[in-house]
């Protein structure tokens, strides 16, 4: 009670992996030296094998919504017509970032906790011929929705059209068949799945989406994706790399390919799974039920209560940090993280964690009762005899 470990249970940034936070402090690292070039390029070798694509991926210094700008400064020009898929607070970015670049943009849009239908997508590029991209979030870390992002590429491919997609919590969280789907623009963020600080952010741009570049007329300087790509091929950055970053990743991605890419998915999927279990075990109402993602659980509050009670008790009773809503959804919901490196045990301590700050705040419930549905999700899928109940 007296002592409180801070634990980070939010979806980005996520729990650090220690041998990566380890491996910062060989940063005193010139980073126009062969010693630092292996080292970059080695760990962009294993973020393609981990991503599990044949595409460039292009890494940048900068959070994801960097890499987000860059896709579309470096593909389009002025005036091109895109569909946005907005149902959340990073739907609206996209909205955001396009229209101030100067696309025409139709905005499909959908409430909070839901998500935008392929059938949209389609009927929208069938409406609107001259369409040039379609944006959209793999994962939707304001809500805990996820979209259909292999129909959507299937649909897209079939057109001229490219598919930009927000992956940054859906890497790591959720199967993506990046060559497969027809994924041309897949962008990802440091400090979610792969278990180190904010400060990198990466894309793998499709050979369709590089015809793009050829004409695109929108200005950009910093973020030049064809100067980092020709670069990174030589095991080099156009500007001044994070090198510590880059240390971090690269002793976070062998991880990651020690236990594979889809057992990192599982994890996160099956920690959702359980915290669904829980939620519904213990009278709350998930936010977004029809199409929930694995990055993590967006949950309501009771009703009377404001979700920041419980934002506040976990930080105050326990040391630890979860999400409130945002924007609208501020004081409606929480949100609790999966991705990355968390595991069972963390999800146990949070639900037991959460029972206590829902009776001191005057919602009964019999302690153990979430516990118990997350033991039960882990016991089936690790194999274990569920006990006899009379």
Known sequence: MHIKKQRLLTPGPTPLYPPALHAMMASDLHHRTEDFRKIYKSALADLKEVMGTSHDVVPLVSSGTGAME??????????????????????????????????????????????????????????????????????????????????????VGKTDAILVM????????????????????????????????????????????????ETSDLPHYYFDLTKEAKNAAAGESSWTPATSLILALAEALRYI?????????????????????????????????????????AIKAPAGMDSGKIVKGFKERFGAIIANGQGSMKGRIFRIAHLGYFDFNDLFSVIAALEVILVANGHEVKFGTGVAAVQEVYAEAAGVRLPVTA
């Open 70 to 155: 860059a896709s579309v400064s470096n593909l389009f020009s002025k005036g091109d017509h895109v569909v946005v898929c907005s149902a959340g607070k990073f739907g609206e970015r996209w909205a955001g970032i396009t229209k101030a670049h100067g696309l025409q943009v139709t905005l499909l849009e959908e409430p909070y906790g839901s998500a935008v239908k392929p059938a949209a997508v389609a009927a929208a590029l069938q409406a609107n011929p001259d369409v040039k991209g379609v944006f959209v979030q793999a994962s939707e870390s304001s809500t805990g929705a996820a979209h259909d992002v292999k129909s959507m590429g299937e649909i």
């Open 257 to 297: 390919k020690s236990i594979g890419m889809d057992k990192l998915v599982d994890n996160a999927q099956l920690l959702a799974r359980a915290t669904r279990a829980a939620a519904q075990a213990l009278g709350l109402e998930l936010f977004a039920p029809d199409s929930p993602g694995a990055a993590l659980t």
């Open 166 to 213: 927000d992956a940054i919590t859906g890497l790591g969280t959720m199967p993506l068949d990046i060559d497969g789907w027809g994924l041309d623009v897949v962008i990802g963020g440091s400090q979610k799945a792969f278990m180190i600080p904010p400060g990198i952010a990466f894309l793998s741009v499709s050979p369709k989406a590089w015809k793009m570049a």
